[in-house]
């Protein structure tokens, strides 16, 4: 019975230790390069997002600007092979750290509301070479995993789905990227 008691004393200890405080959110890389970290990045898979409801593919371009924002181009292709592009900002969150940004696209809600229209973009994971990322939202409701090319080695992919779970995502629900060799050719 001591045993029982000490066990349930235990548990109770753990499920308050961040009580008041909330979820524990993901660890971000220390600091993002972000001249290395500009360019394209294919998406290889995505929590669900009503934005990108349509997408089976999506690619991002990242170009670094002299005030040291980031001009964002997303593209998304749709099953029937249409490309739908937007265009935004990202900002660091905090000036001099680039591993927390604010993403902010050029449409008629953030012209409404700009404060309530810019998104969370953290960066959880990027290799040395700049090659693979994973990006997520603090309240892990979004998540990508994204790569310099479309497709990643299969120790790649397993590697950025271990993260995102030690992360506390929900890697069940990611939506693949559709092979090209699954789409309508033009």
């Known amino acids: 019975m001591r045993v029982f008691a000490g066990l349930l004393v235990v548990a109770v200890l753990a499920g308050c230790a961040n009580s008041g405080t909330g979820a524990v959110p993901p660890k971000t890389v220390d600091q993002v390069d972000l001249q ?14 009503f934005f990108q409801r349509n997408c089976v ?3 991002a371009h990242y170009q670094l600007q002299d005030d040291g924002s980031i001009a964002v181009s997303n593209r998304c292709r749709t099953l029937d092979g249409e490309w739908q592009e937007a265009e935004g900002q990202a900002v660091p969150q905090v000036a001099g750290q680039t591993d927390k940004l604010w993403v902010r696209f050029d449409n008629w809600f953030s012209r409404l509301l700009p404060s309530v229209a810019k998104g969370e973009y953290w960066v959880l994971y990027l290799d040395d070479d700049y090659q693979t990322a994973l990006v997520g939202h603090p309240d892990r409701d ?9 497709q990643v080695a299969p ?9 995102a779970q030690g992360q506390g995502y929900d890697t069940d629900a990611l939506i693949w990227r559709t092979p090209d060799e699954q789409l309508p050719q033009p």
Do not use: C, I
Request: aromatic content about 14%; glycine content about 2%; proline content about 6%.
């Open 142 to 150: 979004y998540l990508w995993l994204l790569a310099r090319t479309p």
């Open 57 to 59: 593919q999506s690619e």
């Open 36 to 49: 290395r970290y500009q360019g394209t990045w294919y998406e290889l898979a995505r929590l669900p997002m």
């Open 155 to 163: 120790a790649m992919r397993d590697q950025l789905l271990e993260v």
